[in-house]
């Protein structure tokens, strides 16, 4: 006999969202949408750059930082 009453509801159209905007559909047993920090449209893997977009807007605000601390200690 199957027990039917221990399995999860399964929903066909759980939204994935990504920290680089991008947003597809999966299936899944949750019922709301999936926050993630990766995906096949920004992962190195797949993208087959080095760095993702996160990580580059991270290097240019350190660059940023360091430039400017220069300039205070040039003066
Ligand atoms: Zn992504």
Known sequence: MAKAWIHPTYNNNVEVICICWNTFTVSSSVAWP????SCPACHPTYTGKKETKIVKWRIEKFLEKQKRIDAMQSK
């Open 34 to 37: 999936i926050k993630v920090e």
